[in-house]
């Protein structure tokens, strides 16, 4: 699906499609419920073809109400995924970063009347591991992106903005020969990524930093505490519209990345794009949500030839072009 054209106001709402009564209650119940399962490990059993066999009342009541939905359905006393349900596992990055990453902003809403733009009040933690998912759940773009890491000389990436620091791990087996740094603004994400990282055994090749990665805002103390001439891959995913929103644009962001890091040769961007139509149901689900929730905080959407023409103008070739769930699209840069 291809949207274009700036966002229409509209008055008359039997013209569109709408969304149901049924879609905004239960819709928000069963949201809870997939987020629910998923810290119990659920999707991951069933995803890997185990069964799922409740032990407690309170994973009884769950595993009634995901049936109930049609997500899961009951053999005996084994829980197995439904067709939605295979969907909803293999997408529940989505329901986490709505139903617990982004819910204390929406909140802010009611209080807000008067006010141009409210400050985003996220979950730090639901959201870094919400976006980790979005962005592992196709691993044949991570496979991409491992494979272009591989194939170079060995040097050193950086993920700007690496949340749970999940996609790191998974392209460090990608990319043996490659080490890695991920920074991230939140330092209690940061803190719990550094352990699992340890627990993991993959301290030696992976290093995790706390500051910001705006790039607009002169050079942060994190830069210190890396080779910034050994920085061959740079990678941002999910994350450049914002701070292009904050920072004067796509191409000064990048420019500044460009300077702290001289010898980069590559670039990793995975970001999603404006797709505004008149109605919800005109639009991929998902998109929705995320374009009011960065019009409520202020954060423009930018649209693909804005990306496009800021890769051009700084000299970046695009090398490959991978397109998820329509508005997140991951491009491979080089130079």
Do not use: K
């Amino acid at each position: 699906m291809t949207i274009t054209g700036p966002i229409t106001r509209h008055t008359d709402s039997a013209e569109l499609p709408a969304v149901s009564l049924r879609d905004m209650i239960d819709g928000q119940t069963a949201g809870h419920l997939v987020v629910a399962a998923d810290d119990w490990g659920w999707w991951t059993d069933l995803l890997d073809g185990h069964a799922v066999r409740t032990t407690t009342c309170m994973e009884e009541v769950v595993a009634d109400g995901l049936v109930r939905a049609g997500l899961l359905s009951r053999r005996t006393q084994e829980l197995t995924l439904t067709g939605a349900g295979r969907d909803v596992a293999a997408h529940r990055g989505f329901v986490r970063v709505t139903v617990r990453g982004w819910e204390p902003t929406f909140r802010q809403l009611s209080a807000a009347r008067a006010d141009h733009h409210i400050p985003a009040a996220t979950e730090p933690e639901n959201v870094a591991r919400g976006c980790t998912d979005i962005a592992r759940r196709r691993p044949e773009i991570l496979a991409a992106v491992g494979g272009a890491i591989a194939g170079d000389t060995p040097g050193l990436t950086v993920d700007l903005g690496c949340a749970d620091a999940g996609r790191i791990a998974l392209l460090s087996a990608l990319a043996p020969d490659e080490r890695f740094v991920g920074v991230d603004i939140e330092d209690g994400v940061i803190a719990d990524a550094t352990a699992d990282i340890a627990a993991r055994g993959l301290s030696e090749r992976i290093s995790l930093l706390s500051g910001s990665v705006q790039s607009t805002e002169g050079r942060p103390a994190w830069l210190d505490d890396l080779d910034c001439d050994a920085v061959t891959t740079a990678m941002s995913f999910f994350l450049l519209h914002q701070l292009a929103s904050d920072g004067g644009g796509i191409a000064a962001v990048l420019s500044g990345w460009m300077e702290w890091f001289p010898n980069l040769r590559r670039l990793v961007i995975g970001n999603g794009m404006e797709l505004m139509a008149p109605s919800w149901t005109q639009q991929p689900w998902f998109s929705p949500t995320y374009e009011i929730y960065h019009a409520a905080t202020g954060v423009r959407l930018w649209r693909e030839h804005e990306y496009t023409d800021a890769f051009s103008e700084l000299g970046w070739t695009v090398t490959q072009r991978h397109s998820d769930h329509t508005m997140l699209v991951t491009s491979i840069l080089e130079r």
